[in-house]
């Protein structure tokens, strides 16, 4: 069964790095889209980057510049390189697999419709 795993998560001064992981099974991972999101207490999950098999790549503008995506087909695995943390960031963060949608410099990552296999997550947390 489609299966996702997320790990690399942390405490964090803000300013500092992490690079979180996502290990997929389950379904062929070079087919299809996959980003991040993140969900923080109280407030609404947030698409924050996708990534297609081909390269191209989208981020909200909340991370852009500051957070990189990338993934290894290979080893069916996704990561997500965060750099310049914020207390702002602190969140549960999760990947699945996604698309985008772009209207003009707006963008909204968006986790496909049927994907229903969300992992427990990584906790970031981003202390000031």
């Known amino acids: 069964q489609v299966q996702v795993v997320e790990s690399g998560g942390g405490l964090v001064q803000a300013g500092g790095s992490l690079r979180l992981s996502c290990t997929a099974s389950g379904f062929a991972f070079n087919t299809y889209a996959m980003g991040w999101f993140r969900q923080a207490p109280g407030k609404e999950r947030e698409g924050l980057a996708c990534t297609w098999n081909g390269g191209a790549t989208y981020y909200t503008e909340s991370v852009k510049g500051r957070f990189t995506i990338s993934r290894d087909n290979a080893k069916n695995t996704l990561y997500l390189q965060m750099n310049s943390l914020k207390p702002e960031d602190t969140a549960m963060y999760y990947c699945?697999?996604?698309?985008?949608?772009?209207?003009?410099?707006?963008?909204?990552?968006?986790?496909?419709?049927?994907?229903?296999?969300w992992g427990q997550g990584t906790q970031v947390t981003v202390s000031s």
């Open positions: 699945a697999q996604c698309f985008a949608s772009v209207q003009g410099s707006i963008v909204a990552i968006i986790p496909r419709p049927d994907f229903r296999a």
